[in-house]
């Protein structure tokens, strides 16, 4: 194993409704005894950093394994490392129009998403909307909130061909925070 290092796990689909229930103390308290280090976790939709030496890959693929051992259904688990996180919020492509870190979202995909999928969700933006994609991000913004928007229905679905989930800025940022800073 490599030297441990920063890494946030983004979980998709948890705790949103009645199934997929993950009590975070609980979440923190499975990964240690996994044996990773310096387990945090913020709000209870799945969002941890912690200190690990394993590659993204690997970290996901147990993390997922633990996660399903224990709770009994499976979650995907998306992974960046710190330095990763911070080249997401480096990069800000729409620093120029998003104003409202919550309606800001930012999805991280386990590779990159096919392009012309990435074509269809714009296309389904309202005239307010944009979106950006930079390698495996897709950069959101939605100024009206995304319960109404046509765009986010298409994102959030399982269109892309990848593994998604999505957090807003102020999530983002956060975990940034987390994990050391920018």
């Known amino acids: 194993m490599a030297r441990n290092r920063s890494q946030i796990l983004l979980l998709r689909g948890i705790n949103l409704g009645p199934n997929k229930r993950i009590a975070m103390p609980e979440l923190r308290a499975l990964l240690t005894d996994g044996g990773f280090e310096d387990v945090q976790t913020y709000v209870q939709s799945g969002n941890v950093v912690l200190r690990s030496g394993l590659r993204a890959d690997k970290l996901g693929a147990r993390s997922e394994k633990l996660i399903a051992e224990r709770f009994g259904f499976d979650v995907d688990v998306i992974v960046r490392s710190r330095d990763e996180l911070a080249e997401v919020v480096r990069l800000n492509p729409l620093a120029d129009v998003a104003d409202n870190p ?81």
Not at 147 to 170: E, F, H, P, Q, Y
């Open 102 to 182: 919550k309606r800001y979202q930012v999805s991280f995909c386990d590779g990159e998403p096919d392009g012309a999928a990435v074509e269809q969700i714009a296309a389904a933006a309202a005239p307010s909307e944009r979106l950006v994609a930079i390698g495996r991000e897709l950069y959101a913004w939605h100024p009206h909130g995304v319960g109404r928007s046509k765009m986010w229905t298409k994102l959030a679905g399982k269109g892309l061909g990848v593994r998604a989930t999505a957090r807003n800025w102020t999530t983002v940022t956060t975990l940034l925070d987390m994990a050391g800073g920018s």
